[in-house]
Nanobody
């Protein structure tokens, strides 16, 4: 089975930065897309950022210009660099890896990000 291990979450003040990492353990695979989703309290889980194997990226409107996603295809690792964090960024962040454009993919356990204001 595929396992995704996330790290980097924590508690920060508004305006500060965090760097989230997601590493796919055990297997080395060519995923079609890797991304980060988040779920705020009382809200639906939403896409934050995604990067495809070719390098193209997609960001939620709310994080454009502040977050940057990058990927190491050889190691199946995805990084989310979060800058100028806002209270609205608070939530549980989940790493996801898809093998096709339509699959639900594999999920990490989630890491908590809390931004205080």
């Amino acid at each position: 089975q595929v396992q995704l291990v996330e790290s980097g979450g924590g508690l920060v003040q508004a305006g500060e930065s965090l760097r989230l990492s997601c590493v796919v353990s055990r297997y080395i695979l060519n995923f079609y897309e890797m991304g980060w989703y988040r779920q705020a309290p009382g809200k639906e889980r939403e896409l934050v950022a995604a990067i495809r194997i070719g390098g193209s990226t997609n960001y939620a409107d709310s994080v454009k210009g502040r977050f940057t996603i990058s990927r190491d295809n050889a190691k199946n690792t995805v990084i989310l660099q979060m800058e100028s964090l806002k209270a609205e960024d608070t939530g549980v962040y989940f790493c996801n890896a898809k093998v096709t454009s339509t699959s639900v993919g594999y999920w990490g356990q989630g890491t908590q990000v809390t931004v205080s204001s």
